[in-house]
C-alpha cells in the first residue's frame, strides 16, 4: 500500500522487527528467532514486533529451543520505544523510557521491580510453551501463558508499544504465533425496570392472543387475494 502500508498486510501483525539484538538471527520471515552463540553468551537476544501493538490482541511466541546453561529464561513485555531506531541493550532490563517486562514472576518497569510474585513463573517453561503479552483498551498489560490470563501486569501503558521478547539465558529461540483475541470484561447484563401496576398476566396475554390472530388472518386473506388475482 501506501505510506505506512506495511502495516495493513496480513502478516505483519505477526512478524519481528528487522532490527534487533547483536546476536540475533531471523528467519522464516521474521517470524523465528534465534540466539547465535547460546554456549557462550546468555545476553544480546533481543527482539521486537514489527508493529505498534494491536489493543485486545495477544502477541504470542512459542519457545521452541532451551539450553541448560545458564539460568533465567525468556522474558516478554512492551515498550514504548520505536525499534527502528532504539539502540538495543544487551537484554531486557536495559530497556528504559517506558519499558515493562515481565521477568520469572516480577514485573519490571524501565528496569526496576514494580510487582513480585506475578502470574507464572517464565523460568519454568519449557520448549512448546507459549507466552504472550497485551495492550488492552483500558491500557492496562496482561500477560497470558499458554493461553490463560495471568491478570493486569501493569496500567497507565501509553497508547502506543510494541511487544518485547528477550531471548535471555536458557531460552534460545522462539516463534511468533498469529495473534490472539485478549481480554474481554464480562458484559453487565441489564436489568428491567420493576412495574408494580402491570395488568395480570393471563388478561394481558388474552387481549395479545386475540389481536394478534385476526392480525395473521387479515395478511393471510390478502395474500391469497393477491395470489387469485395474478392467476
Given at each position: 500500500?501506501?505510506?505506512?502500508?506495511?502495516g495493513?498486510?496480513?502478516?505483519?501483525?505477526?512478524?519481528?522487527?528487522?532490527?534487533?539484538?547483536r546476536?540475533?538471527?531471523?528467519?522464516?520471515?521474521?517470524?523465528?528467532?534465534?540466539?547465535?552463540?547460546?554456549?557462550q553468551?546468555?545476553?544480546?537476544?533481543?527482539?521486537?514486533s514489527?508493529?505498534?501493538l494491536?489493543?485486545?490482541r495477544?502477541?504470542?511466541?512459542?519457545?521452541?529451543?532451551?539450553?541448560?546453561?545458564?539460568?533465567?529464561s525468556?522474558?516478554?513485555?512492551?515498550t514504548?520505544?520505536?525499534?527502528?531506531?532504539?539502540?538495543?541493550?544487551?537484554?531486557?532490563?536495559?530497556?528504559?523510557?517506558?519499558?515493562?517486562?515481565?521477568?520469572?514472576?516480577?514485573?519490571?518497569?524501565?528496569?526496576?521491580?514494580?510487582?513480585?510474585?506475578?502470574?507464572?513463573?517464565?523460568?519454568?517453561?519449557?520448549?512448546?510453551?507459549?507466552?504472550?503479552?497485551?495492550?488492552?483498551?483500558?491500557?492496562?498489560?496482561?500477560?497470558?501463558?499458554?493461553?490463560?490470563?495471568?491478570?493486569?501486569?501493569?496500567?497507565?501503558?501509553?497508547?502506543?508499544?510494541?511487544?518485547?521478547?528477550?531471548?535471555?539465558?536458557?531460552?534460545?529461540?522462539?516463534?511468533?504465533?498469529?495473534p490472539?483475541?485478549?481480554?474481554?470484561?464480562?458484559?453487565?447484563?441489564?436489568?428491567?425496570?420493576?412495574?408494580?401496576?402491570?395488568?395480570?398476566?393471563?388478561?394481558?396475554?388474552?387481549?395479545?392472543?386475540?389481536?394478534?390472530?385476526?392480525?395473521?388472518?387479515?395478511?393471510?386473506?390478502?395474500?391469497?387475494?393477491?395470489?387469485?388475482?395474478?392467476?
Open positions: 500500500g501506501g505510506p505506512g502500508g506495511s495493513s498486510g496480513p502478516g505483519s501483525a505477526g512478524e519481528l522487527h528487522p532490527r534487533t539484538g546476536l540475533v538471527s531471523l528467519s522464516a520471515c521474521g517470524r523465528t528467532a534465534r540466539r547465535q552463540q547460546p554456549g553468551e546468555f545476553n544480546h537476544g533481543l527482539v521486537l514489527r508493529e505498534p494491536r489493543d485486545g495477544v502477541f504470542t511466541v512459542r519457545i521452541d529451543r532451551k539450553v541448560n546453561s545458564w539460568s533465567g525468556i522474558e516478554i513485555g512492551v514504548a520505544l520505536d525499534p527502528s531506531v532504539l539502540d538495543f541493550p544487551s537484554s531486557a532490563t536495559g530497556l528504559k523510557g517506558g519499558s515493562w517486562v515481565v521477568s520469572g514472576c516480577s514485573v519490571l518497569r524501565d528496569g526496576r521491580s514494580v510487582l513480585e510474585e506475578y502470574g507464572q513463573d517464565l523460568d519454568q517453561l519449557g520448549e512448546g510453551d507459549r507466552v504472550g503479552v497485551e495492550r488492552t483498551v483500558a491500557g492496562e498489560l496482561r500477560l497470558w501463558v499458554n493461553g490463560r490470563d495471568c491478570g493486569v501486569a501493569a496500567t497507565g501503558l501509553p497508547a502506543r508499544v510494541w511487544a518485547v521478547v528477550d531471548l535471555y539465558g536458557k531460552c534460545t529461540q522462539i516463534t511468533v504465533l498469529p490472539e483475541p485478549g481480554f474481554s470484561p464480562p458484559t453487565p447484563i441489564p436489568t428491567p425496570p420493576l412495574e408494580p401496576s402491570a395488568p395480570p398476566e393471563d388478561s394481558a396475554l388474552a387481549e395479545q392472543g386475540t389481536s394478534g390472530d385476526e392480525g395473521e388472518n387479515t395478511a393471510r386473506a390478502e395474500v391469497e387475494g393477491r395470489g387469485r388475482g395474478i392467476g
